[in-house]
Nanobody
């Protein structure tokens, strides 16, 4: 059974940093595209960043230069380092895994597995 479990969320002040983790079990992430998504209160879920299976990455414009996506294959963990957090970054953050050897980009419908989310709250 494939499971993705996010952790590392919390409440911070504007300008501070957090690093989210996503622990994956039951699915090797070595050649898998993985992404981070978020859903703010009253809004639809949106893509944040993707790390493709070939280690290329893409970020939504609003987080470019502030967020970094990376993974540790040996630990089967995906990470999202978030610097310079702003109140508009407040959301539930989800990690997701795509099929093997497939580019998925920021297209939510192409991902196969999802975590339950972790809350990030940024106060001004």
């Amino acid at each position: 059974q494939v499971q993705l479990v996010e952790s590392g969320g919390g409440s911070v002040q504007a300008g501070e940093s957090l690093t989210l983790s996503c622990a994956v079990t039951g699915y090797g992430i070595g050649r898998v595209s993985m992404g981070w998504f978020r859903q703010a209160p009253g809004k639809e879920r949106e893509a944040v960043a993707v790390l493709e299976w070939d280690d290329s990455d893409t970020y939504v414009d609003s987080v470019k230069g502030r967020f970094t996506i990376f993974k540790d294959v040996t630990k089967a963990n995906l990470y999202l380092k978030m610097n310079g957090l702003q109140p508009e970054d407040t959301a539930i953050y989800y990690c997701a895994a795509g099929p093997r050897l497939a580019y998925v980009g920021l297209l939510e419908g192409l991902y196969k597995y999802w975590g339950q989310g972790t809350q990030v709250t940024v106060s001004s």
